[in-house]
């Protein structure tokens, strides 16, 4: 399903970025680390007709992926916000045409595209969510759980956040923190929707420790693998009962077709700033949806911008699975959003407003600012 109706041209002025470090509610765990604060960039668009914002969700280091903070600033500043501006007069589907000569960079050039599509529809009066198709009001919220102290510790966190309401729950593993973990999850919740996220942190010499997840009735084992491994995941899904779903390893429309060519996932997550932007999202959902293959939307610590993209994302139709869509308090005591994400019966309202459908509390974006500087032509 296409953009049925694609949005005006806007004249682009300048873009402002910011580095925020926002405090997290308590330490966020992976097999690739933990955060204690979250560093992101924010991008303002200003346009001869409004503004629009944007997040990349880079961290402050390339653990995750290749990209980073320093590295996403130097980007935008110096090669990607030029070409921009040099277009000046453009439509915010020509942005990843206009970003293509520049290899790599996706999560900058998705916080960018975001920031112009919001711009241009907060001048249309027309929202994010009616622009992509999403077809729903409210969308199913899980929560991702960090890997905790010991087992004990990761039940009494995941006990907390099913009172407070999240349909499904994800759990971070890694090598020595896996069986035991996902055992005791299950053993103490019985037959809640469950998955386990393993973030690129085994290989295949593993797969006697991975099929042993088989017996836990889980809803799928996110990227087991390295992301360039998708030889690999097609021949780890043959011996696996559970669903394994690609996360790294799907950076763009053509990485997915090539991922179920070869078996390698029966599940996609789909991050718009993994893949380059919220248009290439969109064709990767459609893409899985042709093929019969259900997709969910994964999540990057965002702030309330990038949720409220998010949460429009998982509203099309082959979202079938909760996403990481939660609610702004999970991570944050305060965000830069005067309209937080909250949970409603385990679910997150996808926004209806012009653009983005979020005002921006410039108090608190001041407050968390680091770093900022204009780009202009």
Same mark, same amino acid.
């Given at each position: 399903?296409?953009?049925a109706?694609?949005?005006v041209p806007?004249c682009l002025?300048?873009?402002?970025?910011r580095v925020?470090h926002?405090p997290?509610v308590?330490?966020?765990?992976?097999?690739?680390?933990?955060e204690?604060?979250?560093e992101?960039?924010?991008?303002?668009?200003?346009?001869a007709d409004?503004?629009g914002?944007?997040?990349i969700?880079?961290?402050?280091?390339?653990l995750?992926?290749?990209e980073?903070t320093h590295?996403?600033?130097?980007?935008a500043?110096?090669?990607?916000?030029p070409a921009?501006?040099?277009k000046r007069?453009?439509a915010?589907e020509?942005?990843? %045409?206009i970003?293509?000569?520049f290899?790599?960079h996706?999560?900058? =050039? #998705?916080?960018?595209?975001?920031s112009?599509?919001d *711009? $241009?529809?907060?001048?249309e009066?027309?929202s994010?969510?009616e622009?992509?198709?999403?077809?729903r009001?409210l969308v199913p919220?899980?929560v991702?759980?960090?890997?905790q102290?010991?087992?004990?510790?990761?039940v009494?966190?995941?006990a907390?956040?099913?009172?407070?309401g999240?349909?499904?729950?994800?759990?971070k593993?890694?090598?020595g923190?896996?069986i035991?973990?996902?055992?005791a999850?299950?053993?103490?919740f019985?037959?809640?929707?469950?998955?386990v996220d393993?973030n690129s942190?085994?290989?295949l010499?593993?797969?006697e420790t991975?099929a042993?997840?088989d017996?836990?009735d889980?809803l799928?084992?996110?990227q087991?693998?390295?992301?360039?491994d998708?030889v690999?995941h097609?021949t780890l899904?043959r011996?696996?009962? %559970?669903p394994?779903c690609?996360?790294e390893s799907?950076?763009?429309? =053509? #990485?997915?077709m090539?991922?179920l060519?070869l078996? *390698? $996932?029966?599940i996609i997550?789909?991050k718009a700033?993994r893949?380059?932007g919220?248009?290439e999202?969109v064709?990767?959902h459609?893409?899985?949806?042709?093929?019969?293959i259900?997709?969910?939307?994964?999540?990057m610590?965002?702030t309330?911008?990038g949720?409220?993209?998010?949460a429009?994302?998982a509203?099309l139709?082959g979202?079938e699975?909760p996403g990481?869509?939660?609610?702004?308090?999970r991570?944050y005591?305060?965000?830069?959003?005067t309209?937080p994400?909250?949970?409603?019966?385990?679910h997150?309202?996808v926004?209806?407003g012009h653009?983005?459908?979020?005002?921006?509390?410039?108090a608190a974006l001041?407050?968390?600012t680091?770093a900022?500087e204009?780009?202009?032509a």
């Amino acid at each position: 399903m296409p953009i049925a109706r694609p949005s005006v041209p806007i004249c682009l002025e300048s873009v402002e970025l910011r580095v925020l470090h926002l405090p997290l509610v308590s330490p966020f765990t992976t097999s690739f680390g933990t955060e204690h604060v979250r560093e992101v960039i924010v991008a303002r668009a200003v346009t001869a007709d409004g503004e629009g914002w944007g997040e990349i969700v880079t961290s402050e280091a390339p653990l995750y992926s290749s990209e980073y903070t320093h590295s996403a600033w130097d980007v935008a500043r110096r090669w990607l916000i030029p070409a921009l501006l040099a277009k000046r007069t453009f439509a915010p589907e020509e942005v990843p %045409t206009i970003l293509e000569p520049f290899k790599g960079h996706r999560m900058v =050039k #998705a916080g960018l595209e975001l920031s112009i599509l919001d *711009a $241009a529809l907060r001048t249309e009066g027309r929202s994010f969510g009616e622009y992509i198709g999403a077809e729903r009001e409210l969308v199913p919220s899980g929560v991702s759980v960090g890997i905790q102290r010991d087992p004990q510790a990761l039940v009494d966190a995941v006990a907390g956040y099913l009172d407070e309401g999240y349909v499904r729950i994800k759990i971070k593993i890694k090598p020595g923190r896996d069986i035991a973990d996902t055992a005791a999850v299950r053993e103490a919740f019985g037959t809640i929707p469950f998955q386990v996220d393993a973030n690129s942190a085994y290989t295949l010499a593993d797969v006697e420790t991975l099929a042993q997840l088989d017996q836990f009735d889980l809803l799928l084992v996110e990227q087991p693998l390295q992301e360039d491994d998708i030889v690999d995941h097609a021949t780890l899904a043959r011996q696996l009962k %559970t669903p394994v779903c690609l996360d790294e390893s799907i950076v763009s429309h =053509k #990485a997915a077709m090539d991922a179920l060519a070869l078996g *390698a $996932a029966s599940i996609i997550n789909i991050k718009a700033g993994r893949v380059g932007g919220y248009l290439e999202a969109v064709k990767i959902h459609d893409l899985c949806r042709s093929a019969g293959i259900p997709v969910w939307c994964g999540g990057m610590l965002e702030t309330g911008i990038g949720r409220a993209a998010n949460a429009a994302l998982a509203a099309l139709p082959g979202f079938e699975l909760p996403g990481d869509i939660s609610a702004s308090d999970r991570f944050y005591t305060r965000d830069i959003v005067t309209e937080p994400v909250v949970l409603e019966d385990g679910h997150v309202r996808v926004p209806t407003g012009h653009g983005l459908g979020v005002h921006i509390d410039h108090a608190a974006l001041e407050d968390f600012t680091v770093a900022r500087e204009v780009v202009t032509a």
